[in-house]
């Protein structure tokens, strides 16, 4: 679509749709990780090391993922590092920079409460939609996956 185009009504109302029922979805989703003393900020830096594997990342790779300014992450580090869950090491290719890395329980926290999440939505998918609708699901998610890159 070409920018000086004004939307359509149908992609305001499914701009509406889709960031009210991800909203309601995210905090669900949350409430059934059982992270209630994480802030999602630090739920999802958790997450992305997790996905490093063991490599670790820098504050400003994480703040750059989050799309955060680096002081914000800097704060959720600190808050992070202050419950145990991750630590900072040092870069063995380059010794001037610093890794944030899970500890053992933070890595515990952040696959329980993948696994955690993961079950719950699936399990909801399974009560509350039909064959035909997962599969709904399953194209919409592919549509807004494309929306999701640049």
Known sequence: MSEDREATPSAVQASQ???????????????????????????????RLLDS????LTTSDLAVAEGMRHQSMATTIAALTAQGLVERRRDPDDGR??????????????????????????????????????????AAMAVLERLGHD
């Open 17 to 47: 749709q889709v960031r009210s029922v991800i909203g309601r979805l995210r905090r669900r989703i949350r409430a059934a990780a059982g992270t209630g003393d994480l802030t999602l900020t630090q739920a999802s830096a958790m997450g």
């Open 53 to 56: 594997d063991g490599q670790g």
């Open 97 to 138: 920079r610093m890794l944030i890395v899970l500890t053992d329980e933070g890595r515990r926290r952040a696959e329980d409460g993948r696994r955690a999440r993961g079950e719950w939505l699936a399990a909801e998918l399974q009560a509350k939609c039909t064959e035909a609708e997962r599969q709904t699901v399953i």
